[in-house]
């Protein structure tokens, strides 16, 4: 096919491609010394359907809850899997240090941050 018969990309193809570039690029990682030296590995997105759930929790007041759910979104192994389930969120909600559960969502947050501001620049 010459490069006069090809169907020129939609903007919306334009945009899926980039969202699936910047999902399945590079996991960004911290450390939480107190479970163990835990490596939890993250990425830069979510999808618009993860981010309407948090934001919903947010605005209802439920900022905790916001967070767990934060981190049980966010949270991968290093191959890249989910760290954590749907179902671990009671666990973290009533048997785990909610300082380190804030600690570590504001890292991955400070990190997005970072990662944000140094795209800006260039």
């Known amino acids: 096919m010459t490069q006069e018969n090809k169907k ?7 945009a899926t491609a980039h969202f699936r570039t910047k999902i399945s690029g590079d996991m960004t990682h911290i450390t939480v010394p107190e479970w163990g030296d835990a490596k939890i590995y993250f990425k830069s997105s979510n999808t618009l ?22 981190l049980i979104t966010k949270a991968r192994k290093e191959d890249g899997s989910k760290m954590f389930t749907i179902h671990d969120k009671a ?24 990662n944000l501001e140094i795209v800006e620049k260039n």
């Open 49 to 70: 359907t993860e981010e309407s759930r948090l934001l919903n929790l947010a605005q209802q007041g439920k900022t905790v809850e916001a967070l767990v759910e934060t």
């Open 91 to 114: 666990t973290f909600m009533n048997e785990v240090d909610p300082s380190v559960v804030i600690r570590v969502c504001g890292e991955m947050n400070q990190s997005l941050d970072s």
């Open 8 to 14: 020129p990309k939609s903007v919306l193809d334009t």
